[in-house]
């Protein structure tokens, strides 16, 4: 099993930034790929962004690419999401979660993810 704890979510102004953490426990060493996933009340979960757990390999959905960077630190077990020049569509519950190489799927469905953190609120005033 693998556990994911999220952090850094708050409110911010538009235009403002934010960085999230995902620190990940357990049997990371079958750990393939992390992934950022957010939801939006009333709306479907959506991708966000993903990386490689050993590093690279790295897609943003269109909505966020140029704003937001997805970066890991082995040593510490924990995935960050850079959120910059963020815009109050932005405003959602961001989860984390991680897939093996065992998984099915491409990298932004969300049903291909076998573990998932208990997320946390971003809010962007206007």
């Known amino acids: 099993q693998v556990q994911l704890v999220e952090s850094g979510g708050g409110l911010v102004e538009a235009g403002g930034s934010l960085r999230l953490s995902c620190a990940a426990s357990g049997r990371t060493f079958n750990m393939y790929r992390l992934a950022w996933f957010r939801q939006a009340p009333g709306k479907e979960r959506e991708f966000v962004a993903t990386?490689?757990?050993?590093?690279?390999?790295?897609y943003y959905a269109d909505s966020v690419k140029g704003r937001f960077t997805i970066s890991r630190d082995n040593a510490k077990n924990t995935v960050y999401l850079q959120m910059n020049s963020l815009k109050p569509e932005d405003t959602a519950v961001y989860y984390c979660a991680a897939r093996t190489a065992y998984s099915v799927g491409t990298y932004y469905d969300a049903r291909a993810y076998e573990y998932w953190g208990q997320g946390t609120q971003v809010t962007v005033s206007s």
């Open positions: 990386i490689l757990w050993s590093g690279g390999s790295t």
